[in-house]
């Protein structure tokens, strides 16, 4: 995908953004530290990858009733973690 794009797609034709034409040159992944680099016509932006750290279940446990984890209906970073802990095999 990154050594050889399709330049025939959509994404590289219709390369517009708010402040007018912004054209993509390199698209790179870094793969030692998982960050995709993407150099445009006027800017440079590196996007990190989303990696899922595992958690034990202590962990997790700590981190929602030690601690008194309150979460904000409104955050879904907060959200995603009790789901996670719902999902958490009963480990150690």
């Known amino acids: 995908m990154f050594e050889n794009p399709n ?10 953004g ?10 790179k992944l870094f793969d030692s530290c998982r960050v995709h680099c993407l150099i445009l016509s006027t800017t ?4 990190l990858v989303e990696k899922m750290y595992p958690l034990t279940h202590f962990i ?6 030690d601690v008194r984890l309150e979460v904000d209906y409104e955050s879904e970073m907060s959200l995603e973690l ?3 802990v719902r999902r958490q095999p ?3």
Do not use: P, S, T
Request: hydrophobic share 45%; no cysteine; net charge positive.
């Open 44 to 47: 440079q932006i590196f996007l």
């Open 7 to 16: 330049v025939e797609a959509n994404v590289w034709k219709d390369q517009k």
């Open 90 to 92: 009963n480990k150690g």
């Open 60 to 65: 997790l446990e700590q981190m929602v009733k």
């Open 82 to 84: 009790l789901r996670l």
């Open 18 to 27: 708010k402040y007018g034409l912004a054209k993509v040159k390199i698209w």
